[in-house]
Structure formats: C-alpha cells, structure tokens
C-alpha cells in the first residue's frame, strides 16, 4: 500500500507516533497529509489517515461527554466461548436470527434500521455458550464514519469472529461486496493473510530485534532496519509471521491490519430466487464458508450455526480434574494448537510458575492419565490433571 513516501513524510509520522495528546495527534496528522503527494499510491494510506482523524476527533468528543457524564459507546463486554458479531445491510434477518437461536429477543421489523445498538445473545453448542453480537446495519461509507460505522467496525475489530449476512432473494453479491469492502477499508481482513508482520516500538535502547515465525520475501532483515530507521525506529521487536514483504513492514507502521476468521450466511432460502442468489454468492465468495439458511424454518438452525462457528474459530474445549476426583462438567476454552502452559497460564499465573507436570488423558494421551510437559499440544476435549 505505501509507497515512495518523501522523507519528510516520514519523519513527519514518526512525530505522529510519538505524540501522546490526541489534539497533537491530529494537528501532526493534518501535517503529514499536507507532505504526502497524492497519487494513486497513496490513496489508501491518505484516506485510512483521514479515517483515524476522524476517530480521534470522536475520542475527543466522547471524552468531553464522557466527563460530562453521558455515555455512548458500542462496547460490549465479551462473554462464553467467544464473541461473534453479526454483521450485514439492513432488514436481512439479523434480529430474526438472534430470536430464533438466542435467548436475546430484539425487535424484527419489516423497516430498514430497526436495530440501532448493538444486541448480544447466547447461542448454546453442545457444553459450550457463544456470544452473537447483532451490530446495527452497515451503509456503505460505514468505514468513513457514516450511520455509526466507526462503532460498529470497531465492534468488529474487537471480535473473535465475524459473520457477515446477506438476502439471499436481494442481490446478495452485492450486499457482500458492501460489507467485505467496508472491512477491507478499516483493514479487517476475513481471509488469512500469507504474512504477518507486527512492529512492537520499545522504549529502551536496545536495538531492533526479530522473532521469526516465518521469513522475508522481497527483502533482507537490514532493509527493514534500515526502514524502521527512516521513520526514527531504533528500538523494537519485529514479529514476522508467514510470508512478509517490505510494504507489509512499512504498512504496519501505520497500524496492521488484524484477520478476524468469517463465515458467511445467506438468509432467506424460503424466497424465490434464492438459489440462483446462493449460486452466485458461492461464485463470488470463493473460500468463505456459505450457509444458506431460513429464519422461517428453523429447525436444526442451533446446532448448524454453532457447529460452523466451532469449527471456524478452532476451538477446543479441555476439562481440568483434581487428584481422584471426576472432570470438571464446564470446559475451559481454548485455541487451536494451545499447549499444557497455555492451560496452565489461563488458570493461574502461580500454577504455571509452580508447575510439576500434567497427567493427560482423552483424544491425545497416548494412553490413560500419561504424565506429559508443558509443551504438550491440547486437543478437543482433553482432560487435564495438572500438579503444582
Ligand atoms: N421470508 C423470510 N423473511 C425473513 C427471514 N428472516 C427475516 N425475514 C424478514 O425480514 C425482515 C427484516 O428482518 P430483521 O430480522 O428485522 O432484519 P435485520 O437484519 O435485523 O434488520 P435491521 O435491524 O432493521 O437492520 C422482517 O420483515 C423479517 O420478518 C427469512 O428467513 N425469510
Ligand atoms: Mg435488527
């Protein structure tokens, strides 16, 4: 995305970044598109620019109220398995959903924008809860800020996951590529990148370091040193996960883009032209999971979109046991690929500091109750006994 910045552009964003007072923030920020040449290079650094000045601006705003003593933000505190938000235009059955497998009861009207904040419910799988999220409804210019769209993308930035749904009897291609554009503009992606870079500025002295977890492909690691340089970096961890490239480093200095794993719902399968719409959704999204459902037959709904989520978000659930005694009856929740320390970490940091070993048994114990380390990878529904 960046591209031949002058150098005084640079330094100009290295001042931004070290500002603490959003109002400083902003001014610098002014300053720094004023020195940025517009070119189709840098139409979307310039405009994800304006964006954030516009949401600085808002903080401004909300803190003033805020100390006035009105509230008004979209927040929601996360609870169950994982907080999934339920994104899409308006009137494609999203309270309707939320009514039929949650125990939340919005109100479902055949006009455009009846859900106006946003509403959470439980959607029970199996021994598990997820939290649905139902954002009021994206327009398009959502990512500059119009009809609350700041709110809801950020909604969306702080999620574990997305569903993104559609009218299946009203164009649907078109309703996705509202809403996929809009997350692309405010850099959620919903596809897994090939890379990941993270640049963590630290405040000592002590250089610029790597953690590899994948490598560099257009460039060596004294390029990026000397990148960091020209934006007066000399002092941070740089993270590179995947395939990463140069532009990725520079792109991440002006914040990273984050993946949110997403699942695509096509309501409405009760109308006419819903297949033909199905078929054509399916054409476009490629890779996406596509459910077609119906809000007016919903039987078997719970189960289907709890299972597709499980699946999407890589969970797993491990049940810890004391000595003699029976498996806890609630799971813990964890990710794909989590380790006996990262059960450990989640209980208490004291049990990992004390930790002994753990007993294992379920899916992966060689055989029952083996006494495993605390590199130990976990697997869906694993019971853990662990001694301090
Ligand atoms: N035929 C049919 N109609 C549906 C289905 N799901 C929802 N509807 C209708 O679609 C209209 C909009 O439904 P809502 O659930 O309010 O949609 P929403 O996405 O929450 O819309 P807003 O909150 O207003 O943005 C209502 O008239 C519903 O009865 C479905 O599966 N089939
Ligand atoms: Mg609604």
Same mark, same amino acid.
């Given at each position: 995305m960046v591209t031949n910045l002058p150098m005084r552009a640079k330094l100009k964003w290295a001042e931004v970044v070290a500002a603490r007072d959003p109002r400083e923030k902003i001014r610098l920020m002014q300053e720094f598109l004023a020195l940025c040449p517009k070119h189709k290079g840098t139409e979307k650094l310039r405009a994800q620019v304006k964006r954030r000045i516009s949401q600085l601006r808002e903080e401004v705003e909300r803190a003033k109220k805020r100390r006035r003593g009105s509230r008004r933000g979209f927040f929601l505190e996360k609870s169950g398995a994982a907080q999934v938000i339920l994104l899409g235009p308006?009137?494609?059955g999203r309270s309707s959903l939320l009514r039929v497998v949650t125990n939340a009861k919005p109100t479902v009207g055949?006009?455009?924008?009846?859900?106006?904040r946003p509403i959470p419910g439980m959607l029970p799988y199996q021994d598990i809860q997820f939290q649905l999220v139902e954002a009021p409804a994206l327009v398009p210019g959502a990512a500059e800020g119009k009809g609350d769209g700041y709110q809801v993308l950020t909604l969306a930035r702080n999620a574990d996951g997305l569903i993104i749904m559609v009218d299946l009897s009203r164009d649907p291609v078109e309703q996705y590529r509202l809403v996929s554009s809009e997350l692309e503009k405010a850099r959620i992606l919903i596809r897994r990148p090939r890379g990941e870079v993270e640049v963590l500025r630290r405040r000592?002295? *002590?250089g610029i370091q790597f953690i590899w977890e994948g490598t560099l492909r257009d460039c060596t690691a004294r390029q990026v040193v000397d990148l960091l340089r020209e934006y007066r970096i000399t002092s941070a961890l740089v993270r590179v996960r995947g395939e990463v490239t140069l532009e990725m480093v520079e792109d991440a200095l002006y914040g990273s883009p984050l993946y949110r794993p997403t699942l695509v719902l096509g309501n409405?399968?009760?109308?006419?032209g819903a297949e033909e719409g199905l078929r054509r959704l399916r054409e476009t999204v490629q890779d996406l999971e596509v459910i077609p459902i119906s809000c007016k037959e919903p039987k078997g709904l719970e189960g289907l979109l709890g299972e597709a989520l499980f699946r999407l978000l890589g969970i797993i659930r491990v049940y810890t046991k004391e000595v003699g005694e029976a498996p806890s009856k609630v799971p813990l929740v964890l990710r794909e690929g989590a380790t006996v320390e990262d059960l450990a970490k989640m209980i208490h940091s004291d049990f990992l500091k004390n930790f002994k070993y753990a007993r294992l048994w379920g899916? *992966?114990?060689?055989?029952?109750g083996e006494r495993v380390g605390l590199n130990r990878p976990l697997k869906d529904g694993d019971i853990v006994e662990l001694h301090a």
């Open positions: 308006t009137n494609v055949e006009h455009p924008h009846t859900t106006r000592t002295g *002590s409405k399968m009760d109308l006419p899916p *992966s114990a060689k055989f029952p």
